[in-house]
């Protein structure tokens, strides 16, 4: 157990990747607080820890775009718990479509949510990490953010800008102890973005049916499968543990070799 008394935070933590990060942070002996735009879905997973587990779990309500609920998420971490010694950045959104056909609306809401949502989780847990003088702090990207992919203009430029913020952070904070690192995994192709969302966007973008689609990125990756939420999880312990205690300001892509 890596991560025995630490205390984390995971965004985006009530379904997906983000709820298996947060199970296995719990198997790791991290106390986790579930954050996510749905309560609910929150309540469930940290229900569902502290039955696992038998470890105290918190969950809160968190719109990651708005200032004054990551403030309050940090807040009551703190009331509850005395720290912060991870923070995961996970919530995110996909919207995908032809550049002169993208609606200005939907590049700002992409871009409000995995670059300002990054932004404000980072701002508002680095002053407690400060403190500390110890901390890691963890984002969620994506391939697409070490390499442009044609019809992603929003999510790719918000996934290039999230590595950019890292690096930069991770400079800003060095001398304080906290490291600052991105996860770029590779193609998610069973979890539920791919599968409410992605399969339907890129059946119509290809003229393809959603099991070609996922023939097409299996056929296109080194080793021939997609990325595995253990593929993700196992870097999370990494980075958040002190195993990687000379680690920062990296981008680390878990892809099977489709980008290196």
């Known amino acids: 157990m890596n991560l025995q008394e630490k205390i984390a935070i995971v965004t985006g933590g009530g379904q997906g990747l983000g709820e298996a990060i947060c199970q ?33 779990t918190l969950a809160l309500p ?118 600052v690192n991105v996860i770029c995994p590779g193609h998610l192709l069973d979890s539920p973005l791919w599968h409410n969302s992605l399969y339907q966007q890129y059946s119509k973008r290809y003229n393809l049916t959603p099991a070609e689609v996922r023939q097409k990125y299996i056929d296109g990756n080194p080793m021939k499968r997609g990325c595995t939420y253990e593929d993700i999880c196992n870097m999370v312990v990494f980075l958040a543990s002190e195993q990687s205690s000379y680690m920062t300001g990296q981008a680390i892509n878990v892809s099977g070799g489709e980008v290196t």
């Open 62 to 179: 968190v719109d990651v775009t708005n200032e004054a609920q990551v403030q309050q998420m940090i807040a009551e971490t703190m009331a509850h718990f005395g720290r912060i010694d991870c923070l995961v950045a996970n919530a995110g959104i996909v919207i995908s479509g032809s550049l002169l056909d993208f609606p200005l609306a939907s590049f700002q809401k992409v871009v409000d949510v995995n670059l300002t949502g990054y932004f404000l989780c980072a701002k508002h847990v680095v002053p407690v990490m400060k403190t500390q003088r110890s901390g890691s702090l963890i984002q969620i990207n994506t391939i697409a953010g070490r390499r442009g992919r044609s019809g992603n203009p929003a999510y790719v430029a918000s996934k290039f800008a999230g590595v950019g913020l890292t690096q930069s952070i991770a400079l800003e904070l060095a001398d304080f102890g906290v490291r």
């Open 24 to 56: 296995r942070l719990a198997s790791e002996g991290c106390t986790v607080v579930v954050a996510d735009i749905n309560l609910g879905a929150a309540q469930q997973v940290a229900t569902q820890l502290h039955n696992d587990s038998g470890q105290a």
